[in-house]
């Protein structure tokens, strides 16, 4: 099994610098989207935009809930596909919160209306949560979730930096489809004050921010080979650089999809050409 390390981030972060970031190893990021006041998180755009431009691709985006009904987690996740606008990360519902521990059942309902929600849009979806929680609240109806879990457990208390290695035997072992794990709280990585999460993702089952449906690594791979950026200058559109790299405005907004109107683009800009 391929594997590859990132990192996911909120505004306690503060300003990230994803070029440092990338340099120093990070391969993919996943961003904290929404608030619990159901406003954007204070760095999800900047942190968008500062992966765009450093080439980090964003694999998903998550939101803490604190849903303790159906209907909120039907309203958090139109929500979140609001603060999206367009853009297509894999959207990963974090259920941790004390609220959520003894809802039984109704927790996989919250899951599965969430989920319905994110996937008709057209966006891929998986649940977080730590490994206790997963076992004790989760798995009793394990055969009711066919969503794929990024889970997080932390065999060691000690700062990490994303080039050691966690050990392959304290992988987390579930009932379904892991798609990452969350193996430090403790990360240390260049461009970011203060301890950051360190993830695995398993590369087979990966999803770009783009909306590309051909895996992660392989994806991944062709853009370190042929993809072109371009810095916006004073003066420049879209139908401009389009026509320089001998491409579209529409193929360019496909592959940028922070990108969500066609004349507005601003100097400084790193986009990918094609």
């Known amino acids: 099994m391929n594997t590859i390390r990132g990192i996911d981030v909120s505004s306690y972060q503060g300003r990230i610098d994803w070029t440092e970031a990338a340099a120093d190893g990070v391969k993919f990021?996943?961003?904290k989207v929404v608030r619990k006041d159901l406003h954007a998180d204070r760095q999800f755009e900047n942190n968008w935009a500062g992966c765009t431009q450093a080439g980090v691709p964003v694999q998903g985006v998550y939101n803490y809930s604190y849903a303790t009904t159906?209907?909120?987690a039907g309203s958090d996740a139109q929500k979140v596909l609001e603060i999206l606008d367009g853009r297509?990360?894999?959207v990963?519902?974090?259920i941790e919160d004390d609220t959520q521990k003894n809802l039984g059942r109704r927790l996989i309902n919250i899951i599965n209306i969430y989920g319905g929600?994110?996937?008709a849009a057209g966006l891929k979806f998986g649940v977080y949560t730590g490994l206790s929680f997963y076992r004790s609240f989760v798995r009793p109806y394990a055969a009711d979730i066919t969503y794929p879990f990024w889970i997080a457990w932390y065999?060691?208390?000690t700062?990490?930096?994303?080039s050691e290695n966690p050990s392959d035997s304290n992988i987390p072992v579930i009932d379904h489809d892991l798609w990452g794990w969350q193996y430090s709280?403790?990360?240390s990585v260049s461009g970011i004050t203060g301890n950051v999460d360190l993830d695995e993702l398993y590369v087979e089952d990966g999803w770009r921010n783009d909306g590309d449906s051909r895996p992660f690594e392989s994806a991944e791979n062709e853009d370190t080979a042929t993809a072109e950026y371009y810095t916006v200058k004073s003066g420049d559109t879209l139908s401009k650089i389009a026509k320089a790299y001998g491409t579209t405005v529409d193929a360019i907004m496909v592959l940028n999809p922070q990108i969500t109107n066609k004349n507005v683009i601003y100097v400084g800009q790193v986009i990918r050409a094609r």
Do not use: E, Y
């Not at 700062?159 to 994303?162: A, L, P």
């Open 29 to 31: 990021s996943i961003l």
């Open 70 to 72: 159906v209907a909120k």
């Open 88 to 90: 297509k990360p894999m």
């Open 92 to 94: 990963w519902l974090d």
């Open 117 to 119: 929600i994110i996937t």
């Open 155 to 157: 065999p060691s208390g």
């Open 159 to 162: 700062t990490m930096t994303i």
């Open 185 to 187: 709280a403790k990360g």
